[in-house]
T-cell receptor
Framework: DQQVKQNSPSLSVQEGRISILNCDYTNSMFDYFLWYKKYPAEGPTFLISISSIKDKNEDGRFTVFLNKSAKHLSLHIVPSQPGDSAVYFCAASASYGGATNKLIFGTGTLLAVQP | DTGVSQNPRHKITKRGQNVTFRCDPISEHNRLYWYRQTLGQGPEFLTYFQNEAQLEKSRLLSDRFSAERPKGSFSTLEIQRTEQGDSAMYLC????????????FGNGTRLTVT
């Protein structure tokens, strides 16, 4: 079963506008959520994360929102830049023993930012 | 911080051959993970270590796959009797064993089984 879902395989936005990428999860034990960015022929690069005790985390142009009741998170990129064009993966983890466990990934959303 | 290093970057092998991949994690990280990624999918968890102890293996992981981390530093992933379905990108990641520690990935080893 797919515990982390990204229902939009692709998204196209204009440079300077907002990009919103969405992710849903089913496992209520998840307490740590991350977004990764991936360019072709490279490994995923960590972008931003959020703990389940928060509902928002911001880092520069990137903001992640968490809605625990809806089991939904989103990544906002403002303003979008052509260099942001990549595949974005949502990931989630359930911690135990005082440490983050393995990450479960979604299938990714390909973001294309048009100049 | 030199990042996570994986070797080789590409491997082409014939069906039935054995292959071994190496991963060198970020030096202060005590957790090391192996993932597999196929086209159009997200990374799929295979196994992970804390220091030299293998803490979890995916139930999807065939007996042909084995991973080691003998001294708690680098790790190897071996696939025996490769099959065409093993063709994928094999990713290694490392992290600290604490809450809110993100995984940092290497650039992967691309395996092609002919």
């Amino acid at each position: 079963d797919q515990q982390v879902k990204q229902n939009s395989p692709s998204l196209s936005v204009q440079e300077g506008r907002i990009s919103i990428l969405n992710c849903d999860y089913t496992n209520s034990m998840f307490d740590y959520f991350l977004w990764y960015k991936k360019y072709p022929a490279e490994g995923p690069t960590f972008l931003i994360s959020i703990s389940s005790i928060k509902d928002k985390n911001e880092d520069g142009r990137f903001t992640v929102f968490l809605n625990k009741s809806a089991k939904h998170l989103s990544l906002h990129i403002v303003p979008s830049q052509p260099g942001d064009s990549a595949v974005y993966f949502c990931a989630a983890s359930a911690s135990y023993g005082g440490a983050t466990n393995k990450l479960i990934f979604g299938t990714g959303t390909l973001l294309a930012v048009q100049p | 911080d030199t990042g996570v290093s994986q070797n080789p970057r590409h491997k082409i092998t014939k069906r039935g051959q054995n292959v071994t991949f190496r991963c060198d994690p970020i030096s202060e990280h005590n957790r090391l993970y192996w993932y597999r990624q196929t086209l159009g999918q997200g990374p799929e968890f295979l196994t992970y270590f804390q220091n030299e102890a293998q803490l979890e293996k995916s139930r999807l992981l065939s007996d042909r796959f084995s991973a080691e981390r003998p001294k708690g530093s680098f790790s190897t992933l071996e696939i025996q009797r490769t099959e065409q379905g093993d063709s994928a990108m094999y990713l290694c990641a490392s992290s600290l064993a604490r809450v809110d520690s993100p995984l940092h990935f290497g650039n992967g080893t691309r395996l092609t089984v002919t």
